[in-house]
């Protein structure tokens, strides 16, 4: 469409009538409201721990510019040492007070929406199936629930890791045929809780869970790594095969 001379609404309909009639496009699958309003909820909530970072890292620098050592630790504990620190000079300890009460704002917002979250896992029935499994709390089991929206839409159970990102990406080209890192496209928030939980399955959950076997024979091969983005993708078709089935993981472990 780019390649018309003239852009004009007629030649744009006309170029979109093409596409259709030829075929080269894909069509998209409308999510339902209430999987929208949660989703909202779950970015909402990623923006704001952004924010919380960003807060943080802005105070610890304005303390190094000024010569002011700021002990490690995080949440209640940074929020002391920088109260500890606080300078004689009025106005920097005003902006200091000031970046902290906007720091402890966002906290606030940030477990409201948590809170707010807890409450959807609990209601909807496929989050409470989702997040039986290791490693799969209520963000993580909102986030795949909210990608996938319909389970159906997906003819087999492997085209999800393809859907989240999570399968390396390909280059093929005469005698070139390489393989790369994972595409990372479409749903990157959730493909990142994805992989926090197979880290939890890797190296916290029960050693009995036939996952973290399937993960460790893998990192003792090609790394802790590679194992944990593998063991993502297996958990995403882990996840969608028990909603599928309407299964808990403990049942889906037994009957295997």
């Known amino acids: 469409m780019k390649l018309q001379a003239n852009k004009t609404d007629r030649n744009d309909a006309f170029g979109l009538a093409r596409l259709v009639h030829s075929g080269w496009y894909e069509p998209v699958a409308i999510k339902s409201f209430d999987r929208y309003r949660m989703r909202a909820v779950l970015t909402a909530r990623a923006r704001i721990v952004r924010m919380c970072t960003t807060m943080i890292n802005q105070i ?27 300078p004689d000079d009025i106005v920097l300890r005003d902006l200091f007070k000031s970046l902290l009460s906007a720091l402890s704002g966002l906290k606030d917002q940030r477990r409201a929406f948590d809170r707010q979250l807890a409450r959807f896992g609990r209601e909807d029935e496929a989050c409470r199936i989702v997040s039986s499994a290791p490693g799969v709390g209520s963000l993580t089991a909102i986030a795949f629930v909210t990608a996938v929206d319909d389970p159906a839409r ?55 869970i036939a996952l973290k076997q399937w993960g460790l024979r893998l990192s003792s091969r090609s790394g802790s790594c590679n194992a944990r983005v593998a063991l993502a993708r297996k958990l995403a078709v882990t996840l969608l095969t028990m909603w599928k089935t309407n299964s808990m993981f403990e049942s889906m472990s037994l009957s295997t």
Not at 67 to 75: D, E, N, P, V, Y
Not at 180 to 197: N, P
């Open 154 to 208: 997906f003819r087999s159970a492997c085209d999800v890791g393809a859907y989240l990102g999570l399968t390396p990406k390909q280059y093929q080209s005469g005698e070139v045929d390489t393989g790369g890192r994972i595409s990372k496209t479409e749903d990157r928030l959730t493909g990142k809780l994805l992989f926090e939980a197979a880290t939890v399955i890797l190296y916290r959950a029960s050693p009995t």
């Open 60 to 86: 610890r620098g304005l303390a190094k510019t000024f010569g002011l050592t700021l002990s490690a630790g995080k949440g209640q504990a940074f929020e002391a040492s920088v109260r500890r620190i606080l």
